[in-house]
């Protein structure tokens, strides 16, 4: 049975760091794309960061340069160092690993980042 999940989320300060981590079991994701969503209240979910198997990254452009994605694929884990938190980072983040027609995602964690 293929889970994913996250770790890490909680209450921060706007200017703060956070770390998230998604360790994921069932099968091998070397050779899945994995990433960071998120979805805000009243907002539709959206893709934050990614990584695929040969370590080529993308990020949304509201995170790039504070926000960094990595993998470990012999641990088969991918975390998210978050910097520079400001308020409207305010989400549910989840954790996903794609590959074709394969797609699996996290339950969430909740990051809250006060004024």
């Known amino acids: 049975q293929v889970q994913l999940v996250e770790s890490g989320g909680g209450l921060v300060q706007a200017g703060g760091s956070l770390r998230l981590s998604c360790a994921a079991s069932?099968?091998?994701?070397?050779?899945?794309?994995l990433g960071w969503f998120r979805q805000a209240p009243g907002k539709e979910r959206e893709s934050v960061a990614t990584?695929?198997?040969?370590?080529?990254?993308d990020y949304a452009d509201s995170v790039k340069g504070r926000f960094t994605i990595s993998r470990d694929n012999a641990k088969n884990t991918v975390d998210l160092q978050m910097n520079t938190l400001k308020p409207e980072d305010t989400a549910v983040y989840y954790c996903?690993?794609?590959?074709?027609?394969?797609?699996?995602w996290g339950q969430g964690t909740q990051v809250t980042v006060s004024s």
């Open positions: 996903n690993a794609r590959r074709g027609p394969f797609d699996y």
């Open positions: 069932g099968r091998t994701f070397s050779n899945y794309r």
């Open positions: 990584i695929n198997w040969s370590g080529t990254t």
